[in-house]
């Protein structure tokens, strides 16, 4: 169809629409949650569009520059605002100016902007696109004076040479141009002014042909061009000093890309276009382009993910967002990583167990292996946070489910990423005789368990059973949280680890100068029991939990030093002993009667039954051996001798006389 009148005519334009896929938005949100944050400055993003009047943006828009081959690349920017507030309150109209024009008069012809607010907790995300184009000044237009089929204008060789230069030749591999130069003996070129000058410095005879990737819809045919063609006109005025002057343009509009196609169906137009002058765009340059909503008016768009994402992708995103929230503004310099690989041993599924996993689910940590070898009973849910009264029956043999089975099951329907693995498994412990095979078994497991975990929490009911933990900890230099109970006071402390080096910290029995022993002989049932004031153990097991992250946010672990004794209600520190979490003290000892918390700093004892060098020593030659003969030892002199503690306290007495009788001497 062939339009040639003596008068023009306004040239008429559709835009581009935008097309987001939603894994373009789950990536971004990612991105916004672990690594953008708060920043508000631009990112470059990508964006392509085919013969479909479609500008997509794909997962990868965001992290890479590649682009099917038989799509044009469009550069452009996202910016993201952390309120709501922030986004409705942009001046659109001078954003979109501001951030075009500097891009367009570098050479940037075409690019597109995105202005988001993600509403993470809810996962929704508001956005408005906008594809710039400068506007002539009202009253003013692009006006064409011919338009024609390009199948009825050029004949059968220059459609070849169109088609086999645009589709074929390299120079703009891997994506297709949004804009090239044309000529009948030079085919397609890239849209570059040294190619243009280098043109029109031959004879003259070359038809110069100014070409755009067009994508109007296949219905709209010659009515309508593309979005494109106004910012290419423009900037023929503005920049390449073609104003008031009448040009041929090209609208390609090829079938197929990057393909073998029928010439006949091609739907290219060519026109005759009167370029603006620069007074017809005056001064201050009109930037238009901003996307309608889906009603048609002026307006961003929400989208909703929440439907696009499966239950346990939102419940693993939203059991994080608090640790990856610290990261934004309060604790930049915390490796949330660290903490979600971290392997933790929980030795004791009671109420010290059930709190400390509760508070280790809160920091990310998800990988759990649990011991315990009692069972649910009817007065452990209201204490117990982990166990239900379902669990209090059910279990094999009658009674209620192992603990250390029911635990793991409650972490696992509490996060959806949780691993966890119970184990049945009693701690051979001082005192306590038992079969050498029975020991040799629990040693083993216990010894494994240990070794490859990350840190080990001591959270049993009697003091001998966190003789052995302790030991092994120390041989394989593991870090040690250890918490106990008392009616109204409470201890959390951390182990030193290998104390056969300097500058050890103590265990929990290096302040002991007897063995640990059988504690539950001829004790009553208040005395066989933890009693303690409900209100300790949910305190006791959240500070083993945070010293723990703190230790980890450290460089040395739990090798880091503890700050030093001091009178004042807070300990000494220095930049040595804080973490980005603050202090890492040796001991907490809390007072629930006196509503006080004292930090000291203890050494390690070099005649310690669990942590010195010589018990290390005998464990790491023969723990079996070890373990089964502290197990006989009814009075803990095993243990005693060899730690050295016998002798010890001999030397002690002997001091001790020795000062009596010098006093007898002076009187």
Not at 123 to 141: D, E, M, N, R, V
Not at 292 to 311: A, E, I, T
């Amino acid at each position: 169809m062939s339009y040639e009148a003596p008068e023009s005519w306004v040239v008429k334009f559709i835009p581009l629409s935008s097309s987001v896929e939603s894994s373009f938005w789950v990536k971004y949100c990612e991105e916004k949650l672990n690594n953008i944050q708060l920043n508000e400055d631009p990112i470059d993003i990508s964006g392509s569009y085919g013969n479909d009047s479609r500008l997509e943006c794909r997962e990868n828009s965001l992290s890479s520059d590649d682009v099917h081959q038989s799509r044009a690349m469009m550069q452009g920017q996202l910016v993201g605002y952390n309120t709501i507030e922030t986004f409705q309150k942009i001046d659109k109209n001078k954003f979109i100016r501001d951030s075009f024009l500097p891009s367009f008069n570098d050479g940037e012809i075409s690019t597109f902007i995105v202005l988001t607010f993600a509403d993470l907790k809810n996962h929704k995300i508001l956005y408005w696109f906008a594809i710039p184009a400068i506007a002539t000044q009202k009253g003013c237009s692009i006006r064409a004076s011919y338009q024609q089929e390009v199948q009825k204008c050029f004949d059968s060789s220059e459609i070849s040479l169109l088609y086999d230069s645009f589709l074929k030749d390299v120079w703009h591999s891997p994506a297709l141009p949004s804009f090239f130069l044309y000529t009948k003996n030079s085919g397609c070129l890239p849209f570059t002014r040294k190619n243009y000058d280098k043109l029109c410095s031959k004879d003259g005879s070359e038809r110069i042909i100014f070409c755009f990737l067009d994508t109007p819809a296949r219905t709209q045919k010659e009515q309508f061009m593309g979005w494109q063609m106004r910012n290419m006109v423009a900037f023929l005025s503005l920049n390449w000093g073609l104003s008031g002057q009448t040009v041929q343009i090209l609208s390609f509009r090829p079938k197929f890309l990057r393909s073998t196609m029928e010439q006949s169906n091609d739907m290219s137009i060519l026109l005759h276009v009167i370029v603006p002058t620069t007074a017809d765009y005056g001064e201050e340059l009109q930037v238009v382009g901003w996307e309608p909503n889906v009603r048609g008016k002026p307006g961003p768009r929400w989208v909703n993910l929440q439907p696009l994402l499966d239950n346990r992708h939102l419940a693993i995103q939203a059991a994080d967002l608090n640790l990856k929230l610290m990261k934004w503004r309060m604790i930049p310099s915390l490796n949330v990583e660290k903490l979600q690989g971290t392997k933790v041993l929980l030795l004791g599924a009671g109420t010290l167990g059930c709190n400390v996993a509760r508070t280790l689910l809160g920091w990310g940590i998800r990988n759990f292996k649990i011991v315990d070898n009692g069972k649910v009973s009817y007065s452990n849910p209201v204490r117990q946070s982990l166990f239900t009264l379902k669990d209090c029956q059910g279990g094999e043999g009658g009674g209620g489910v192992p603990k250390s089975i029911a635990a793991a099951k409650a972490l696992k329907d509490i996060a959806a990423d949780v691993e966890a693995e119970a184990f049945v498994l009693s701690i051979p412990m001082p005192g306590h005789a038992e079969p050498k095979e029975t020991i040799k078994s629990s040693v083993e497991q216990l010894d494994q368990l240990i070794r490859e975990c990350d840190v080990v929490y001591l959270l049993t009911d009697t003091r001998e059973s966190r003789w052995l933990p302790t030991v092994i900890a120390a041989s394989y230099n593991k870090m040690l949280i250890n918490a106990a109970l008392g009616l109204d006071s409470w201890l959390v402390m951390r182990h030193g680890g290998d104390t056969r080096g300097d500058s050890s910290l103590g265990c929990y029995f290096c302040n002991d100068v007897v063995a640990p022993e059988n504690s539950m002989k001829n004790r009553t049932l208040d005395q066989q029991c933890t009693v303690t004031r409900p209100g300790l153990a949910p305190i006791a097991g959240s500070m083993a939990v945070e010293l723990m992250v703190s230790l980890l946010q450290h460089p040395d672990l739990h090798h880091a030093p503890a700050p030093q004794n001091s009178s004042s209600f807070s300990p000494t520190t220095t930049d040595e002993t804080a973490s980005p979490l603050g202090v890492m003290p040796h001991q907490i000892r809390g007072s629930l009667v006196s509503y006080t918390v004292m930090n000291p700093t203890v050494p390690a004892f070099s005649c310690c039954t669990a942590c010195s060098a010589a018990v290390i020593n005998a464990y790491d030659s023969d723990g079996v051996g070890l373990v089964y003969e502290a197990a006989q030892s009814a009075s803990g002199t095993y243990l005693e001798d060899i730690a050295g503690l016998t002798a010890f306290r001999a030397q002690a007495e002997e001091q001790l006389n020795e000062l009596e009788e010098d006093w007898d001497v002076d009187e």
